[in-house]
């Protein structure tokens, strides 16, 4: 690999007598790792190597097309790099589990680290995930509709949009946007675009993000600050500025001997000649002090652009989730239903009158004339009703599917029914007489040509 002499200047001082090592594992194939999802974990099948720092990540001997696995598009796992994962680690060590939280994932897209704080967190915390980019918040609304969780929430907004609730968030992450410098081994052209100039550009942006961040926080709170690169102006140099500019507490955290990851600073390195992962930095901080969130006192906790669903078109969902009565059940000008924990209702709808590009909980489909009609997310969401009318298909059938092609089943269901393969939900079909009404949404179908799928 061909790496800028800048970059290579820099690690060779960083590193020392390390620099010969991280060299070679940066010309060595990176590691394969996933993540699972603990309410819809499959079998392995496999003895797989599990990550050290995180009970639900495992490496693979080879890289698979994820794309022709239709348990990914069930949401069955996550692929993410293993480095990352040890936010995981760090909300088991910080976090008490005795209370659900009010958590924000401030720059979330492609929804990785969201997902695993909805798997991380006590049940019944609120995780909103923000992306201020539309074209990467697309990306996060279905990671997080494949993850399945009714207690994710989305927003589409800068930082600097979120000055109204001050003291809000018991949990913040900042994944920062940073020079990528950790994942020069996964894509060696990202080398081709760093310079020292975009280095310094980039710890600047962190820093007004993280400044926004940490006025949201409330007393108590944890905020995690993350990037993917290994210069210390971005990493060790913003950490401290944080800690000194707000007066957070920087957090240690146990670290066993075997992990391999380095002290750095108020933080944690990871290098890929020490870990089996990329490069990763993590340090975290505690707010002591400051005030909660004092917001508008609201009317009806009802979200903004909303209404609750009448009595009698509630009583009908209950033939389609499970737990109706720990569910609260809103409908939009569009008639579309979402439904989110009950616990929830009172943050939900602050965030909603606070932020105007906000969308709340698990979407469950339409009341049309002919009845209701499900939501793709539904059939992925773990709110899916057992009694629920399911057809089972096999590898190639459910590949054909998600292609939205003709594909074979062992009879035509009556009405409605969840496409599932390995009893995961994938979608929905409709059966009319002879024929099957093909739902899976055109903008998630698999674009792999036919001859492909084997």
Not at 273 to 297: D, I, T
Not at 371 to 390: D, K, M, Q, T, Y
Request: aromatic letters at 10%.
């Amino acid at each position: 690999m061909q790496l800028p002499e800048g970059f290579s200047e820099q690690m060779q001082a960083q590193l020392g007598g390390e620099w010969p090592a991280f060299l070679e594992a940066l010309n060595a194939p990176p590691p394969v790792s996933i993540r699972i999802n603990p309410y819809k974990a499959l079998p392995l099948g496999e003895n797989f190597d599990g990550v050290k720092w995180n009970s639900d990540g495992f490496y693979l001997p080879k890289r698979p097309v994820f794309t022709l696995d239709p348990t990914f598009h069930a949401g069955a796992y996550y692929v993410q790099e293993a480095s990352s994962m040890f936010v995981g680690e760090a909300v088991r060590q910080l976090v008490s589990h005795q209370a659900p939280l009010r958590v924000l994932d401030l720059c979330a897209a492609p929804g990785g680290k969201s997902t695993l704080l909805l798997s991380s967190l006590p049940p019944n915390s609120l995780v909103l995930a923000n992306e201020v980019i539309r074209s990467r918040y697309q990306s996060l609304r279905h990671n997080l509709a494949k993850w399945g969780y009714p207690n994710a929430c989305s927003s589409m907004h800068d930082s600097r949009d979120f000055g109204t609730l001050e003291g809000f968030f018991g949990l913040i992450l900042v994944d920062a946007p940073c020079s990528g410098e950790g994942l020069f081994r996964k894509n060696p052209a990202a080398t081709g675009e760093w310079s020292v100039a975009n280095v310094q550009l980039c710890a600047g942006r962190q820093k007004r993000i993280l400044a926004d961040a940490a006025r949201l926080l409330a007393p108590g709170g944890i905020l995690l600050f993350c990037t993917c690169t290994y210069n210390r102006q971005e990493n060790e140099g913003n950490a401290a500025w944080l800690a000194d500019t707000f007066g957070l507490e920087p957090e240690p955290l146990g670290l066993k001997a075997g992990w391999g990851i380095a002290s750095a600073g108020l933080g944690y390195q990871f290098y890929p000649h020490r870990v089996r992962g990329e490069g990763f930095y993590l340090a975290a901080f505690r707010k002591n002090g400051g005030a909660f969130y004092k917001g508008p006192r609201l009317r009806a906790l009802v979200p903004e652009g909303y209404q609750p669903l009448p009595a009698k078109l509630r009583k009908e969902m209950e033939q389609w989730v499970d737990m109706p009565g720990q569910l609260e059940f809103f409908q939009d000008a569009g008639g579309n239903v979402i439904a989110f924990p009950s616990e929830l209702r009172e943050p939900a709808a602050q965030l909603s009158h606070a932020l105007s590009r906000f969308q709340a909980g698990a979407e469950l489909g339409q009341f049309k004339r002919n009845g209701f009609v499900p939501e793709p997310a539904l059939a992925l969401s773990i709110l899916a009703a057992n009694n629920i009318p399911r057809v089972e298909l096999e590898r190639e059938a459910a590949l054909l599917y998600l292609k939205k092609e003709p594909f074979v089943t062992k009879e035509i269901p009556d009405g409605w029914a969840m496409v599932t393969h390995q009893g995961l939900g994938l979608g929905w079909i409709k059966g009319l007489k002879n024929r099957i009404n093909n739902y899976f949404p055109k903008e998630w179908r698999i674009r792999m040509e036919v001859k492909d799928i084997g």
